[in-house]
């Protein structure tokens, strides 16, 4: 996925741009050539006419989503690569955390929100829980099976130059994870954005869900859109911010 | 995955080891329970917080019916977007790893495609292909068909690019080097991105019964939240949790069974 | 093996989803029967005891309609659904939502209302700072902007309080934040939410605000079709309200039955709950001008209450035209005298 980066940016990067052109002019004509009514489908036009008009308070609710998924997202990865790590530190512990975390992570990150709003009730706190959760796991679960990749003799061959437990860790372990731990943050990122919007919509004070869920009801359906394009380029921007740490720190792994 | 590996390294060869070791997580389980249970009564928790796990159970036994209907429901949703999810997947990783244009082009949308809301996406999928069991799918579809696509690719630039010339001296065509090359050098990513997969298509189920389904594991859900059934709500994710666990480990199993060269350790 | 197994994995899908998408779309077969839906405002409950009577006993059947009940829920709009096709019938939010889509241009058409007066309330406790709608000010509300927080505005408004000047915020799903006092003013609708908190805080502790005592009225539950289905096929949309005419009627009368058939279909319901519900439902559709002309009557003058304050609140942009936004041709087809309980 990295190479996808590297090589000749200024032409994958135009080349990106022209397949989103495309959609979108494929959408105005659908949208405009139908005539659909705009709560089926409204024009591409009409939605960031909307949006312009709109972008105060687009960009407050904005601002409450990042806010939580950013929040959420950072101490679910703390969470989720401490946990993995004193897993690995402690082997007798595997048998039961593993399994455990794998039944809470089983269940659908959603199922969670209506008890995480009852508890926290319908402020951020909610839903920067929810947000910790749900990265919290595929970060451990990510950063398990990164540590898990190292070849025997690699470890071997460290011990036999005396390092102990930590060091094995610090040298060998973390870096020969780090590829997959960071591929798991970067699928993460996206997912917190899209749990706080879900969780949002079920209750709040404020925030992209809750936009949309106010305008499905007052039948605003260009708002709809326009907040839907807002979340994603947030978590476009989120997603690009941690490959590109990618690309610059983790520079040995292949892809 | 390689984790499972060595855990399986670890059971004893003895049918009474293996036995043991079977039995030990569920023993824990029922431990962590009656624990639970305990400390619920002890400091008088509210079940509006915290439910007795023999509350939540009996909950369940009350009406049976309904839980197994709503499992079987959610299951088939979930299973049909999970299968049309990951042959997607695979199909659009050859393609993009085939045609590097195409992936130029067509990549960046897929990633924003995922930043759109299923919430979103689920609304517009009702509106269009109305209250039926191939929606519900369609959602679940959405979801899962990314992860495979990234892990896939991921796992055909694993590749050693010397393999493929070898390949191509001895007159390998492309069909061929993508088939015993490609395809399993990838295969312990895409198992990676399809265990993610499987809970991501059961997400998108339950989130598409939001949309005024009749029957399944989010309806009941639903009906647990607005109704203040907090025994209800925790019913629930108790039986999703059961079927989450349950397709892990069906992909888990496959994987055993296909990428028998498993992790390192 | 994977490809093969990918293969028939995708061919299986692609059959079974292919049969689920096309049952919904194969027109009724060659008898007389034709398919319908009604989508429901919110999930399955008492509230809509009569439909689900009516279409467990064969009322519908009867009349040639094979109908499908759809649950609606808080992420749908039945105005929408309705105005798209993807049901034919819609029980909606009420007079409110229905001027809101109509501003909006949705071809959706109001062919009866159920509940004939406004069915939520506002309450306080009766030992707190809030004794009287004017009480309100500055003091914290909550409610749903769904609907009722417009009620809420045109009752502040007339004893003369700004909206602006109560603590409005948006209604969680529990009542507990109001039990433990922390907010001031609960909404909450007659037949749901009214019970919980007479539960856990005690029907005597507890003062009840009505709209239509502050001259608001807002009926809801408002049962409409689209503008085509009223045009192209006013036999079906007459037969659909004779048959849940019956099954209402039948739900009243018999009210342990229709009980349970509801918890058959949502069994994790709880059954004091419902029966209360329906016993409030049944005040609430019996109400008003239904007393006399009988369930389901479009009462012109409650409903036009509504227009102007919403159009003062710009819910929508203009007054909207009564008579094209509702039409009780089909439901005066029916006389009173069978409609009546």
Redesign the interface.
């Known amino acids: 996925m990295t190479a996808f980066m590297q090589t000749d940016s200024a032409r994958q990067i135009s080349r990106g741009i022209a397949g989103a052109l495309l959609v979108a002019a494929v959408w105005e004509i659908c949208a405009r050539g139908l005539n659909l009514p705009a709560y089926i489908l409204p024009s591409v036009t009409s939605i960031l006419a909307g949006m312009a008009g709109d972008l105060a308070s687009l960009l407050e609710a904005a601002r409450f989503t990042a806010t939580e998924s950013f929040a959420g997202y950072a101490i679910g990865c703390l969470v989720g690569m401490a946990a993995a790590i004193l897993v690995t530190m402690i082997p007798s512990a595997r048998s039961i955390v593993l399994p455990l975390a794998t039944a809470i992570n089983s269940v659908p990150v959603v199922a969670y929100s209506p008890l995480v709003l009852l508890w926290f009730g319908i402020g951020m706190a909610s839903k920067i829980v929810m947000v910790a959760v749900a990265v919290s796991f595929t970060i451990f679960l990510s950063t398990i099976a990164g540590l898990d990749r190292v070849d025997r003799k690699s470890v071997d061959l460290i011990r036999s130059f005396g390092a102990g437990r930590l060091a094995v860790l610090w040298r060998l372990r973390l870096p020969t994870a780090l590829p997959l731990i960071i591929a798991g943050m970067r699928v993460s990122t996206v997912r917190s954005v899209i749990v706080a919007i879900v969780t949002e919509m079920l209750g709040a004070y404020g925030g992209l869900g809750w936009v949309i869920y106010q305008a499905v009801l007052q039948i605003d359906f260009v708002k709809v859109w326009a907040a839907i394009i807002v979340a994603s380029a947030i978590s476009l921007a989120f997603f690009g911010a941690i490959s590109f740490v990618e690309r610059r720190y983790v520079f040995w792994s292949k892809a | 995955m390689s984790g499972s590996i060595a855990y399986a390294a670890n059971l004893s060869v003895t049918p009474a080891g293996r036995i043991y070791a079977a039995v030990k997580p569920i023993l824990w389980l029922a431990v962590g329970l009656l624990a639970v249970e305990v400390l619920v009564m002890a400091f008088e928790i509210r079940p509006y917080y915290l439910p007795r796990p023999s509350a939540i159970a009996s909950g369940i036994m009350a009406t049976p019916g309904a839980y197994l209907a709503g499992l079987w429901r959610t299951f088939l949703e979930t299973a049909l977007g999970f299968l049309a999810g990951s042959v997607f997947g695979v199909v659009m990783a050859v393609v993009f790893h085939r045609w590097l244009a195409l992936k130029e082009l067509f990549f960046p949308l897929f990633i924003v495609s995922q930043t759109i809301p299923v919430i979103a996406f689920g609304a517009v999928v009702v509106l269009w292909f109305g209250n039926t069991l191939f929606a519900k799918a369609v959602i679940s579809f959405y979801i899962s068909f990314l992860p495979v696509t990234v892990n896939t690719l991921l796992g055909f630039s694993s590749v050693d690019p010397r393999q493929v010339q070898l390949m191509r001296s001895f007159g390998a065509r492309d069909g061929q080097i993508l088939r015993r090359l490609y395809l399993p050098a990838a295969l312990p990513q895409l198992f990676v991105a399809l265990k993610l997969a499987s809970s991501l298509a059961l997400v998108g189920a339950i989130v598409g019964e939001w949309f005024g389904d009749t029957t399944g594991l989010g309806v009941l859900l639903l009906q647990a939240m607005y109704n203040e059934n907090v025994v209800g709500i925790w019913a629930t994710i108790v039986v999703s949790a059961c079927l989450g666990m349950g397709l892990y480990s069906l992909v888990s199993f496959a994987e055993r069974k296909i990428v028998f060269w498993g992790g390192e350790q | ?3 093969r197994r ?2 028939l ?2 061919f ?3 059959v ?3 049969q ?2 096309t ?2 779309a194969l027109p009724a077969a060659a008898q007389d029967v034709v398919n319908a ?1 009604l ?2 405002k ?3 409950q008492a509230q809509f005891a009569g439909f689900y009577v009516a279409l467990e006993k064969g009322y519908y059947k009867e009349e040639g309609i094979n109908l ?1 009940i ?8 039945t ?3 309705v ?2 096709g ?1 049901d034919t019938f819609g029980l909606s939010g009420g007079t409110d ?1 229905v001027f ?2 109509r501003d ?3 071809p959706i058409v109001c062919i009866g209302v159920a509940h004939q007066v406004t069915p939520f309330v506002f309450v306080s406790h009766k030992d707190g700072p809030v004794q009287t709608v004017a009480d309100f000010k500055g003091k914290k509300i909550t409610t749903w ?2 609907g009722a927080n417009h009620v809420l505005s045109a009752m502040l408004s007339k004893v003369g309080i700004d909206p602006k000047d109560a603590d409005i ?2 209604q ?6 109001f039990v433990d006092k922390q907010v001031d003013v609960v909404t909450a609708t007659r037949y749901n939410e009214l019970y ?1 908190i007479n539960q856990r805080v005690g029907k005597d502790n507890l003062n009840l605000f009505v709209p239509e005592d502050s001259g608001v009225s807002f009926p809801r539950d408002t049962l409409i079709v689209s503008e085509q289905t009223a045009a192209e096929k006013p036999e079906l949309v007459e037969k659909f309200l004779r048959a849940s005419v019956k099954g209402w009627k039948d739900a009243f009368a018999n009210e342990k039955e229709a009980i349970d058939i509801i918890m058959k ?6 059954r004091a ?1 419902q029966e209360f519900m329906l016993s409030e439902v049944k005040t609430l559709m019996t109400a008003g001008k239904a007393s006399t002309d009988g369930l389901f009557t479009i009462d012109k003058d409650a409903v036009g209450s509504a227009n102007g304050l919403l159009a003062q609140y710009g ?1 929508i942009s203009k007054p909207v035209d009564l008579d094209a936004a509702f039409n009780p041709s089909f439901i005066d087809k029916i006389p009173a005298g069978e409609r009546r309980l």
């Open positions: 093996m994977l490809n990918n293969i994995a995708a299986a899908a692609a079974l989803g292919f689920g998408f049952m919904t839906s989508r429901l919110w999930l399955t499908t759809n649950p609606g829920g808080p992420n749908l709009l105005e929408n659904l105005a798209t993807a939502s809101a889509a909006k241009g949705m902007f769904t915020q948006p969680q799903v529990s009542v507990t934040p919980v279909i949502a069994p994790t319901l709880d709950q819910v």
